[in-house]
Antibody
Framework: QVQLEESGPGLMQPSETLSLTCTVS????????VGWVRQPLGKGLVWMGT???????NYNSAVQSRLSISRDTSKSQVFLKMNSLQPEDTGTYYC??????????WGQGVMVTVSS | EIVLTQSPTTTAASPGEKVTITCLAS?????MYWYQQKSGASPKLLIY???SLASGVPDRFSGSGSGTSYSLTINTMEAEDAATYYC?????????FGSGTKLEIK
């Protein structure tokens, strides 16, 4: 069955670069897109960006200058890198399969805290 | 950016009661998508393409709407439906979510 699992450090310092990995199973990254969605604690969902089956990417302009999404299809992994972290980047980060215009499967999320 | 405004922000319903959640878009969108997020869990797709039920979703859930006004309806509230519900659009960049509606059981 389709599964996604996020992994990465839980605690980051301001100005550092965040690196998260999404490992997928049950589908191919060359057939489906994977997106990243952030949820600040107790708040709503914010789309950050998506890498598509062909390898192209779309980013939310709000974070585009700091964000990079890439993948390793041989390992079924998608990577998120975001630099210049600030406390407001604190939250749960989800990866999800991006099926055309919506997300049909989600990972369990990884909590990231940015604090000095 | 298309802003999605959900109402109500919070509501409560008794078992068996009908619940309707509204999502208003700041500009016309071609389709709306709905997610359910229970406390401590990741979001789950409920409705895609405005009115199509995602796999495994009970048929007491339904979606409708067009243009700038969309709604999610739970025909008969059950205790397991207590959750926060989000609408989402991607008719234009960036993809955006509504701010959520928290539904509690009375």
């Amino acid at each position: 069955q389709v599964q996604l699992e996020e992994s990465g450090p839980g605690l980051m310092q301001p100005s550092e670069t965040l690196s998260l990995t999404c490992t997928v199973s049950g589908f191919s990254l060359t057939s489906n897109g994977v997106g990243w969605v952030r949820q600040p604690l107790g708040k709503g969902l914010v789309w950050m960006g998506t890498i598509w089956a062909g390898g192209s990417t779309n980013y939310n302009s709000a974070v585009q200058s700091r964000l990079s999404i890439s993948r390793d299809t041989s390992k079924s992994q998608v990577f998120l890198k975001m630099n210049s972290l600030q406390p407001e980047d604190t939250g749960t980060y989800y990866c999800a399969r991006h099926n055309w215009a919506y997300f049909d499967y989600w990972g369990q999320g990884v909590m990231v805290t940015v604090s000095s | 950016e298309i802003v999605l405004t959900q109402s109500p922000t919070t509501t409560a319903a008794s078992p068996g009661e009908k619940v309707t959640i509204t999502c208003l878009a700041s500009s016309s969108v071609s389709n709306m998508y709905w997610y359910q997020q229970k406390s401590g869990a990741s979001p789950k797709l409920l409705i895609y393409s405005t009115s199509s039920l995602a796999s495994g979703v009970p048929d007491r859930f339904s979606g409708s709407g067009s243009g700038t006004s969309y709604s999610l309806t739970i025909n008969t509230m059950e205790a397991e439906d207590a959750a926060t519900y989000y609408c989402q659009q991607w008719s234009s960049n960036p993809l955006t979510f509504g701010s959520g509606t928290k539904l509690e059981i009375k």
